[in-house]
């Protein structure tokens, strides 16, 4: 299949970047109904909306391989899947590759692209099902372009919860248990980003440098201080992941502090 925008980019830009930052106007949300699918799993298979629910709702997450959002998310959504899996179907999208690189460039056929997303499944250890989305993103473009952004369904497929980032624990796993229990959420929609972005920020240089040397390299054009607290958090891998990003921010500001200290102490000299 043939790719005629730039959906399927090589590099990613800051432009992109930005537009991660918020949803699209238009898109689907509380109130509307979930695009229907029928696509490949990266296991075997098929996985299809109308005969995977057994009425029961369905929590729907994008990710990728090389998204380091998805690499942070993950643990947290296995947490939330042993509580709430046996009464909410958990399935992931796997969209295109969010930081592409060498070794896991942007498909361009289905096989390369189910082999990234049988790769995440197992990197991951993922205990849910992992559908696999076209070349041109076909079901991602009807829900919005966002990396690893989360919907909830009740049982009859409208969407009564949706998360910017699937990282945002604390709003879903309250939309779960409420859905769980037959019930709207109190809150319908969360567009947070310090805490999941801070988590993708300490795993970002691990999950780049796993992509290939150009996914690094792309980030430090697309956003340079994005780059610079991934390159520090690395250096505090032993913590957890947005405690890394919270050490690499403070190691910032202590070197800023210590530099102002200098050059003001030059310029009383």
């Not at 629910?53 to 296995?78: E, F, Q």
């Not at 690499?248 to 000299?269: E, I, Q």
Request: glycine share 8%.
């Amino acid at each position: 299949m043939t790719v005629t925008d730039d959906y399927s980019y090589d590099h990613v830009e800051a432009s992109t970047l930005r537009r991660d930052m918020a949803f699209s106007a238009g898109t689907p949300g509380p109130g509307d109904r979930l695009p229907g699918f029928d696509l490949p799993e990266a296991s075997g298979g098929r996985i299809r909306s109308h005969s995977i629910t057994s009425n029961r709702p369905i929590l729907l997450i994008t990710g990728s391989y090389t998204c380091p959002m998805t690499a942070a998310s993950n643990p947290l959504l296995k947490k939330l899947h042993r509580r709430y899996g046996g009464r909410i179907v958990f399935v992931m999208l796997h969209v295109r590759e969010a930081h592409p690189g060498e070794r896991y460039g942007q498909p361009r056929d289905m096989d390369t692209k189910i082999a990234n997303a049988r790769a995440l499944k197992r990197r991951d250890r993922l205990p849910w099902s992992v559908a696999v989305d076209d070349v041109s993103g076909t079901l991602h473009r009807q829900l919005d372009l966002k990396p690893n952004a989360v919907w909830l369904t009740d049982q009859d497929g409208t969407i009564v919860y949706r998360g910017l980032w699937a990282g945002d624990d604390d709003p879903l796993e309250d939309a779960l248990e409420a859905v769980s229990r037959g019930r709207l959420p109190k809150k319908r929609e969360s567009h947070a980003r310090l805490k999941p972005m801070a988590a993708g920020i300490g795993v970002m240089r691990e999950v780049t440098r796993r992509s290939g040397a150009r996914a690094e390299a792309d980030l430090w054009k697309a956003a340079p201080p994005m780059a610079v607290l991934a390159r520090i958090a690395d250096v505090y891998r032993p913590l957890p992941p947005h405690w890394r990003t919270a050490a690499a921010a403070a190691t910032v500001g202590l070197a800023a502090t210590a530099l102002v200290g200098v050059l003001t102490s030059a310029r009383r000299k």
